[in-house]
């Protein structure tokens, strides 16, 4: 099984400061790696997919970079409706599909 | 409006059972694998289960291998968890979630959920 390990936990930001987030794979997973967004109460969201495609819809201030085992979610200038937490997940070498452990982005 | 809205979930006594439902709307149902994603409350989410569009191939997370069950109905757009032997540790958000049909098949859309709550 592939595990996925996000840093930080926890980041605390200003709005209009950058975020950025780490997903490390405990072995190479090519470029099939996902990121989601999910704020209280709501569904994940799909925003960046073969590690640095944005989805439809998605703003460009979010980037996605990486392949191997390291992967970077970047959020240019945080937004208001950008604090909440973020999931990375794999599909290289499935089952099982794995996802990180999340790492919340909150309000400094 | 691609759409999923799942059903089912309720209150369960430990070693019960229950069979989830999704609805979906909005696109061809049958073209597109699907899965089971949970969110145990205040945690992180975990795969659950994964069919393929005739339901030729199936696969289950090892922590519900053999208790759970999942199928689909393509004449009636409709994807199913059967739950056997519930514990305490599958109470969780269900999502009902589709192959976004994209290069590395990422999940989009998610539905809203249904909770799942396993307790004496």
């Known amino acids: 099984e592939i595990v996925l390990t996000q840093s930080p936990a926890t980041l605390s930001l200003f709005p209009g400061e950058r975020a950025t987030l780490f997903c490390r794979a405990s072995?190479?997973?090519?470029?099939?790696l996902t990121w989601y967004q999910q704020k209280p109460g709501q569904p994940p969201r799909l925003l960046i997919y073969?590690?640095?495609n944005r989805a439809t819809g998605i703003p460009a201030r979010f980037s996605g970079s990486g392949s191997g085992t390291d992967f970077t979610l970047t959020i240019s200038s945080l937004e208001p409706e950008d604090f909440a937490v973020y999931y990375c997940?794999?599909?290289?070498?499935?089952?099982?599909?794995?996802f990180g452990g999340g790492t919340k982005v909150e309000i400094k | 409006e691609e759409r999923l809205v799942e059903s089912g979930g309720r209150l369960v006594h430990p070693g019960g059972s229950l069979r989830l439902s999704c609805a979906a709307s909005?696109?061809?149902?049958?073209?597109?694998?699907m899965n089971w994603v949970r969110q145990a409350p205040g945690k992180g989410l975990e795969w659950v289960s994964y069919?393929?569009?005739?339901?030729?191939?199936?696969y289950y997370a090892d922590s519900v291998k053999g208790r759970f069950t999942v199928s689909r109905d393509n004449a009636r757009n409709s994807l199913f968890l059967q739950m056997n032997s519930l514990r305490a540790d599958d109470t969780a958000v269900y999502y009902c979630?589709?192959?976004?049909?994209?290069?590395?098949?990422?999940?989009?859309?998610w539905g809203q959920g249904t909770l799942v709550i396993v307790s004496a």
């Open positions: 073969e590690a640095s």
């Open positions: 997940q794999q599909r290289n070498n499935w089952p099982p599909l794995t």
């Open positions: 979630v589709r192959d976004a049909g994209l290069v590395g098949t990422p999940f989009d859309p």
């Open positions: 909005g696109f061809n149902f049958n073209t597109y694998s």
């Open positions: 072995q190479s997973v090519g470029s099939h």
């Open positions: 069919i393929t569009t005739t339901s030729g191939t199936k």
